[in-house]
């Protein structure tokens, strides 16, 4: 089996649609965590110039990684500027701490 790795970052208040719409697709595990940073929106206001984002990544299998940074991008886009991005990466190996296993060795 192929692994990919979805990581996307993208604004705050979109996190509980983003959220619902994975769970929707049977998304079976992923890891959320608030960020601070700037890419294409700045806050000017803000000392730092930083906003809150949320990231979320997850592990898939590589059939699926597309369909999942697409329901990504059609829940967080408000289509204005810092809407935020979606990468995906490949992945040579996952193991399970618990196991010591490579995932792809689980039958």
């Known amino acids: 089996m192929r692994y990919r790795k979805v990581t996307a970052i993208f604004r705050l208040e979109q996190l509980n ?18 960020v601070k940073g700037y890419g ?8 730092d110039w930083l906003t809150n984002h949320a990231r979320i990544e997850l592990f898939t299998d590589e059939s699926e990684a597309e369909t999942i940074a697409q329901a990504i991008m059609d829940a967080a886009s408000l289509d204005m500027e810092g809407d935020g991005i979606v990468a995906i990466l490949p992945v040579e190996k996952i193991y399970r701490i618990r196991t010591k296993t490579e995932i792809s060795d689980e039958a």
């Open 17 to 34: 649609k983003v959220e619902h719409k994975l769970q929707e697709l049977g998304v079976k595990g992923l890891s959320v965590s608030k």
């Open 40 to 47: 294409e929106y700045v806050d000017f206001y803000a000392k």
